[in-house]
């Protein structure tokens, strides 16, 4: 007869199974004071008679924070991210190359009627690549001046390339169930009938989280994205609020009364975090880009805390 083995007879056996279960849940998931960041940005919405969409995601700890985050927006130039991701994942099917050229054109369809229509030096940040109308450009140093200037030109040549509602259909394969990427830039036919590009803070948040963790597209194609978030132009905003130790990759969006960015924070020594600001109107530029770069502070400053 097989006899009982030493360990299970004894009475302190049930307890010892319970703390290896235990040691092995999960921890709780520390939280940030949600309560405290409402009201600070509550605050700004009164005090600024504004529109405030906030998302953050912590990759490190799975900490989040929501506010505002299912409001629809004008998605300005936050929709430029992507059309990016799209791209890169048509250069991984063999559709395009990164380093093919395509010609420099000033002219485009609108969605309304395909009639022709112009972009607007004058209107764009991206002024230096009118100067290559009629020449050949590589599609990735268009990526490039889509993402880092903002440049309406390159992204028109980009949307025209991969369709917007190829772009859109993406963005639903990660998990961005909102977000509505229908045309290029100045279709101003499509803006008078409000046929516009819009998106909400939560969906913003999933696109760079993606970004971030390497399933928007291969880890190599990932690494390049971030890279070129990281050469942007325009940081005024999120990466304002930050200690310069912190590094920031962002895609800023203005148009009137419209100021936005999208952000992968990494701050020293641990994995980052996601934070999106969508506002909508502060008729200020500079007052917008200081009201995100607030939230941006308070947002870190709380999970710094959290994480001490």
């Not at 250069?91 to 010609?103: C, F, M």
């Not at 000033?106 to 022709?116: A, E, K, L, T």
């Not at 020594?269 to 500079?286: N, S």
Request: charged letters at 25%.
């Amino acid at each position: 007869m097989r006899k009982t083995p030493f360990f299970l007879k004894t009475p302190f056996f049930p307890i010892l199974i319970l703390l290896i279960i235990l040691s092995c849940e999960k921890k709780p998931v520390p939280s940030l004071r949600s309560e405290f960041l409402n009201k600070q940005i509550s605050h700004l919405v009164d005090s600024l008679n504004a529109e405030i969409a906030v998302a953050f995601h912590d990759i490190e700890t799975g900490q989040e924070f929501y506010y505002n985050e299912k409001s629809m927006l004008h998605a300005a130039s936050t929709m430029k991210v992507p059309v990016m991701i799209e791209i890169f994942r048509m250069a991984e099917r063999g559709e395009v190359q990164l380093d093919e050229k395509i010609e420099v054109k000033n002219s485009f369809y609108s969605i309304v009627d395909s009639s022709i229509f112009s972009l607007d030096i004058n209107e764009d940040g991206g002024e230096a690549l009118y100067d290559s109308t009629g020449k050949q450009v590589a599609i990735r140093d268009l990526i490039y001046d889509m993402i880092t200037r903002s440049s309406n030109l390159a992204t028109n040549l980009l949307i025209a390339l991969a369709d917007a509602k190829n772009v859109t259909a993406t963005m639903r394969k990660f998990g961005a169930e909102n977000i509505q990427v229908l045309r290029g830039v100045e279709d101003i036919k499509a803006f008078r009938k409000g046929w516009s590009n819009y998106t909400d803070a939560y969906d913003m948040a999933v696109i760079m989280r993606a970004i971030a963790t390497s399933t928007a597209a291969s880890e190599e194609s990932c690494k390049e994205m971030i890279d070129i978030l990281g050469a942007q132009f325009y940081r005024k905003k999120i990466p304002a609020g930050l200690p310069d130790s912190v590094h920031v990759v962002n895609k800023t969006g203005s148009i009137t009364a419209i100021s936005h960015d999208c952000a992968i924070v990494y701050p020293p020594q641990r994995k980052p975090y996601v934070l999106v600001v969508l506002t909508k109107g502060i008729a200020e530029p500079a007052v917008a880009e200081n009201a995100i770069a607030a939230i941006s502070k308070s947002i870190y400053n709380e999970l710094m805390q959290n994480s001490n």
